[in-house]
């Protein structure tokens, strides 16, 4: 009986972990939301009352580009900037060269990346 109590406990530990994961990278997250729409000073304020419980995807840049939203992404380039988040541009490597690559087949903004 203990043994199946540690084992349920595990599984839904798990489980919360999954769903956890999947709500920091999804977009049905409040910073997210904010950052594909540009807002910074709502994402801000989302990352104030919730330190380190969000992070920037691949999909968020995608959206916030295709609504010319890329002055959030410079704002979060920045090293002060993305204190509270769960990564950065200069952290994640990966994140980094997807965002460069987006760039650079972007029509308007390919020519203009001396800030990176």
Known sequence: MEQFLISLKI?????????????????????????VNGEIKYCELVKKYYPNQFKITKS??????????IHIIKYYYQEKNYIGLNNSFKSDIQLFEFLILELKN???????????
């Open 106 to 116: 972007h029509q308007d903004y390919k020519l203009h990346l001396e800030w990176l």
């Open 11 to 35: 599984n839904q530990e798990n489980k919360f972990k999954q769903l956890e994961k999947f709500y920091i990278e999804e977009m049905d997250n409040p910073f997210l939301k904010g950052f």
């Open 60 to 69: 968020s840049i995608i959206k916030a580009i295709s609504f010319d939203n």
